[in-house]
């Protein structure tokens, strides 16, 4: 049966609990779509599952190790150092081979995560642009400051700028390396692009109110539970202050703290509305999908997902 479902949502939204238990429910693995969740070490700052690895015999002869969460398989999550660079290209290519090897073995493959840009080059099996660094661009680009490049990603590659992170200098320069270099934005390179696979997309909504009260709880609790710590750590490995603030977010804002730069209260405040923004940009990217279907009950999803795997 090759088909395969996808679950989106806003950051906090219980997007990784729901995909388990339809998992569990419906005989899955999990392909997990998030930008900063395949690095290893960056665990409470990017919301990341607490599985762990375990090995199994495959044909009981080639050792196979899987990140394992509530029994569930997931792919594709915890296994890059973060001193590499790890593109969407990168992606579409291993998320390719793990959704094959899952419908290989039977099994339903479930795509969850929060970074559209790496779910739909999967999907849509969508044509990514090959093109090399530009060290000259990316020098002059980089004299500029994030907002001029938001700008100007914004005139050249609405669509892109819409999901990006308009405060993540290398990001922003990279898509307009891309938009640069083809004359074209991403969007327009693959006009008509067709799904890997009879796909069925899930996305949860929730009311802002609550979306955003679930969002402060979850980084009261991710803070309590040592995420300044987990940036320290990562930074006395040898990851930089700008390769953590590169990383956006929750990265960028405590190694802003951790270098005296901003106060802790200024650093929660901040990270908590960049984290809400971040949450519009994802459903602004969703919105334009008309094939998502949006749940606000778990047993909603369940009944749709029978229905398409009749």
């Not at 459903?283 to 998502?292: G, V």
Request: hydrophobic share 35%; aromatic share 8%; with cysteine.
């Amino acid at each position: 049966m090759n088909k395969m479902i996808v679950i989106v949502g806003p950051t906090s939204s219980g997007k990784s609990e729901l995909a388990v238990k339809l998992a569990k429910k419906f005989n899955g693995e999990i392909i997990s779509c998030d930008s900063r969740q395949v690095y290893v070490g960056m665990n409470l700052g990017t919301g990341k599952i607490q599985g762990k690895w375990h090995s199994t015999l495959s044909h009981g002869r080639e050792k196979v190790w899987n990140y394992v969460y509530k029994d569930v398989a997931h792919h594709l999550i915890d296994f890059i150092s973060p001193k590499r660079q790890y593109s969407a290209a990168l992606f579409q290519r291993d998320a390719r081979k793990a959704i094959a090897d899952v419908i290989k073995r039977g099994k339903l493959p479930i795509l969850c995560g929060g970074t559209g840009h790496y779910l739909d080059t999967v999907v849509y099996n969508q044509q990514i642009p090959d093109v090399k660094p530009n060290l000259k661009l990316r020098k002059q680009l980089g004299k500029k400051s994030a907002d001029s490049l938001f700008r100007q990603l914004k005139k050249l590659d609405s669509h892109r700028a819409a999901a990006i992170d308009r405060f993540n200098k290398r990001r922003l320069i990279r898509a307009l390396e891309i938009a640069l270099t083809t004359g074209k934005p991403i969007s327009k390179l693959d006009p008509h692009p067709s799904p890997l696979t009879p796909t069925l997309w899930l996305g949860i909504s929730l009311p802002q109110k609550t979306l955003y009260k679930k969002i402060d709880l979850r980084l009261k609790q991710r803070l309590k539970a040592g995420m300044i710590d987990e940036v320290k750590n990562l930074h006395s490995k040898g990851l930089s202050w700008k390769r953590l603030e590169s990383f956006g977010l929750e990265y960028k804002y405590i190694s802003l703290y951790l270098q005296g730069k901003i106060k802790r209260d200024d650093m929660v405040t901040q990270l908590s509305y960049a984290i809400k923004h971040y949450s519009k940009r994802q459903l602004t990217w969703w919105k334009r999908n008309k094939e998502i279907k949006w749940i606000d009950d778990p047993k909603k999803a369940a009944k749709l997902l029978e229905k398409f795997l009749k």
